[in-house]
């Protein structure tokens, strides 16, 4: 891990730069997998999973025999840990549903939104080197409670055709029971364009590897949308001489571990803290299963000491991380001040770990600085909102020559036009 002190604010541009990923040679490939799937169908697909996943396969579908095993599999403890986690996770989403008011702008012109649940949704789950169960629950309960009337769900097998048990329980806790035994951008392809057996869909969700998030990005040019452009994961950690070594360096980790390209940063304002949390993450290394990939991680990592509070909250806004974590004896303070961040946990105790699984927030996040312009999945990432308006004769006194003399003026004449036999029928 590099430790900076005090750089120079004319230093942060680079000082926040991410890993770079040089994805020119993975695009010919995503684009010829992603052909293959739109002229080919299930054929294609099942071709790629026994290239890609090494997995022969009959059916592409999840059978009701499959669901029943995999919840026989999967512990009672594990089981109850996912119902916990989806009822604060349904509780936080229930509480952002929009209730859209009318509003009469002028007398005679009332205008007002209506709330509309995208009909089909595909979520894309990663089951390689850790089958992320808790993103079924993140994605799918949303999902539900916006009332999407498809949903779709793809995730790689294992060699013997099999999805992670886990997986698939989460997805029956959370209502989904169209799944798919598909990984990488086969999957991406498949919901975007649809097969013999794949539905598809009108939005995509969901984490990945560079192929995937390359896969996405090319499907939404013309075919459908994503939730987000997204890179590696990442963390910030904001803390002070009052915060503990042990958790900071614990938080560090938590993110290393996920891939050789995530990125940790820690903004401090105490030299003395820097020291105790490289060695503590020193120490805590050893002990992780993950430990060679957590180590390459750290690789990309930065230690940064600065004046005070305020540098590090600036400095945390021009980073705009994934996660921040703001560990210091002021974070409701500094917790105003965050302007750029996917997700925020406050205090001594709000772990990372919390909201990737069971506090009720979405983990599904932007990344690779994309916080300055987007948000994490919520709610709204499943609806639209649709205008209305309607307008009375009075509505037409009110705005029907302003109306005229605008589109007169932009020299759209049939525009002017259809409003100005409006103005001359109430004038009569």
Request: net charge negative; glycine share 6%.
């Amino acid at each position: 891990m590099k430790v900076i002190c005090y750089p120079a604010k004319e230093e942060w541009d680079e000082l926040v730069k991410r890993p770079h990923l040089d994805v020119s040679e993975l695009n010919a490939t995503v684009e010829g997998v992603l052909n293959d799937v739109k002229n080919h169908g299930d054929s294609a697909v099942i071709r790629y999973e026994e290239k890609f996943d090494h997995a022969h396969l009959d059916s592409l579908s999840v059978s009701d025999a499959e669901m029943e095993e995999a919840e026989s599999l999967v512990s009672l403890e594990l089981k109850h840990a996912l119902e916990l986690a989806h009822h604060n996770i349904s509780s936080f989403h229930q509480s952002q549903q929009f209730h859209g008011e009318k509003v009469e702008t002028v007398s005679g012109v009332t205008c007002w939104q209506k709330s509309v649940a995208i009909e089909k949704v595909g979520l894309y789950i990663p089951g390689g080197t850790a089958p992320l169960f808790s993103t079924v629950l993140m994605l799918a309960t949303p999902a539900k409670i916006a009332g999407c009337k498809e949903i779709v769900l793809c995730t790689p097998p294992n060699r013997e055709g099999k999805v992670n048990p886990a997986i698939l329980m989460a997805a029956k806790i959370a209502g989904v029971s169209k799944i798919f035994k598909i990984g990488g951008v086969q999957a991406i392809g498949a919901m975007a364009y649809g097969t013999e057996s794949v539905p598809k869909v009108y939005k995509i969700f969901g984490p990945g590897n560079q192929y995937v998030m390359a896969a996405k990005q090319h499907v939404s040019l013309h075919d459908v949308a994503i939730d987000m452009p997204a890179g590696p994961s990442e963390v910030c950690v904001i803390a002070d001489e009052t915060s503990n070594p042990v958790f900071v360096a614990a938080d560090l980790l938590s993110q290393a571990e996920h891939g050789v390209d995530s990125q940790v940063f820690l903004i401090s304002t105490s030299e003395e803290m820097i020291e105790k949390v490289k060695e503590e993450v020193e120490k805590q290394l050893e002990q992780l299963p993950r430990k060679e990939m957590a180590a390459k991680s750290l690789d990309n990592s930065k230690l940064v000491l600065v004046k005070d509070y305020d540098e590090a909250i600036e400095l945390s806004n021009t980073y705009a991380p994934e996660h921040l974590i703001i560990a210091t004896r002021n974070y409701d303070e500094l917790a105003e001040k965050v302007v750029n961040a996917g997700s925020v946990f406050l205090g001594q105790y709000a772990c990372e770990s919390a909201g990737d699984y069971a506090s009720g927030t979405n983990h599904t996040l932007p990344t690779h600085g994309y916080a300055l312009a987007y948000n994490g999945v919520n709610l709204d990432s499943y609806n639209r909102k649709i205008t209305f308006q309607h307008l009375t004769d009075e509505g037409i006194r009110s705005i029907g020559n302003a109306v005229v003399v605008m589109a007169e003026n932009e020299q759209l004449e049939a525009h002017a036009n259809a409003m100005r036999v409006r103005v001359d029928e109430v004038g009569k």
